[in-house]
């Protein structure tokens, strides 16, 4: 069982920057997978960015430029820097991870809230 724990979230204006953190229960760096995915009111879950064990890097079309996913394998934490931020991205903010049993498991979710 995998326990994922995000914070960071909350209420900034447009233009500004907030850092994400999500603490593993278990090393990160054990896991095929771990990334950052997103919902808004209404809309789909989607991805925002991932990052495999081998250190490859995919990143949402919307957020590339703005947004960099990065990983402290001592500390077990995986964090997404988002700079530049702005009101569409608007959501609940969710840590993920894929272990090698192809089993994913998914933190409670954190908000973040862009003002115009």
């Known amino acids: 069982q995998v326990q994922l724990v995000e914070s960071g979230g909350g209420l900034v204006q447009a233009g500004g920057s907030l850092r994400l953190s999500c603490a593993a229960s278990?090393?990160?760096?054990?896991?095929?997978?771990v990334g950052w995915y997103r919902q808004a009111p209404g809309k789909q879950r989607e991805l925002v960015a991932t990052?495999?064990?081998?250190?490859?890097?995919n990143t949402a079309d919307s957020v590339k430029g703005r947004f960099t996913i990065s990983r402290d394998n001592a500390k077990n934490t995986v964090y997404l820097q988002m700079n530049s931020l702005k009101p569409e991205d608007t959501a609940v903010y969710y840590c993920?991870?894929?272990?090698?049993?192809?089993?994913?498991?998914w933190g409670q979710g954190t908000q973040v809230t862009v003002s115009s």
């Open positions: 278990g090393s990160i760096f054990s896991y095929n997978l």
């Open positions: 993920s991870v894929l272990t090698t049993t192809q089993r994913a498991y």
């Open positions: 990052i495999t064990r081998g250190g490859s890097v």
